[in-house]
């Protein structure tokens, strides 16, 4: 894909790379001459130093290429002017950072992909590992549900079990569905006859937070 990305900050400095690594091409733009310099010292890709209400700085960064327009900078009315100059320009997908909820709307009208409140979205990530300690990862979903990560250990009921059997048998808690398992370099798919061995990475949407207990199924 061709990736026009606004803003060099954190954020969108993850992103870059992200893209980058897996071979797409990339134009940043930033406005700040120092976070500019740093990019193109840092990343194999096209960096701008502009702001992005400047004259034509979209155009030549191939607007009329792009895939996508990102927008993640702090200033939601910088992110907001990337996305009206984006819809103007025909550009098929765009997603924006939105840092004040109250401006959601706003973007909503121009058709793009919002991502609100990105520092909560964070403690929320934060909060979660704290307060699961086992979980590798875990993302929580509007509406309680989350997707998290763990490892099955040898004291696991659900080792050596067939997924669709530990359901009979309730050693999986109701509302558990396991959507990955990654095992020694390879990651799998699983269905009713997966059978999960100790050391798995396992990959689990739940409805809600399992307590202690019910995680216990992996951990044993």
């Known amino acids: 894909m061709y990736l026009l990305i606004v803003g060099a900050g954190p954020v969108g400095s993850s992103l870059v790379k992200l893209a ?46 792009a895939d996508a327009l990102v927008a993640v900078t702090s200033d939601d009315s910088a992110n907001l002017m990337a996305m009206f100059l984006g819809a103007e320009r025909g550009i098929k997908t765009l997603v924006s950072v939105v840092n004040e909820k109250e401006h959601q709307g706003l973007f909503e009208r121009l058709g793009v992909h919002v991502l609100v409140d990105p520092e909560v979205i964070v403690a929320q990530h934060l909060y979660g590992v704290l307060t699961q300690p086992s ?14 990560q763990i490892t099955t250990k040898e004291d696991s009921p659900l080792v050596g079990t067939a997924l669709a059997e530990a359901g009979k048998k309730g050693l999986l808690p109701e509302g558990v569905l396991v959507l990955l398992v990654r ?5 799998h798919l699983p269905d009713g006859k997966t059978v999960l061995q100790a050391g798995d990475h396992v990959t689990v949407f739940v409805l809600k937070p399992l307590s202690d207990k019910q995680l216990k199924a992996f951990t044993g």
């Open 20 to 65: 980058l690594k897996d071979g797409h091409n990339v134009v940043l733009i930033e406005s700040n001459e120092k976070r500019a310099q740093e990019a193109s010292q840092t990343f194999d890709a096209t960096v701008l130093h502009a702001d992005i209400g400047q004259g034509g700085i979209l155009d030549e960064a191939g607007a009329e290429k």
């Open 135 to 148: 979980f590798e990862d875990v993302v929580t979903l509007p509406g309680g549900g989350q997707v998290f």
């Open 183 to 187: 095992r020694a370099k390879e990651t």
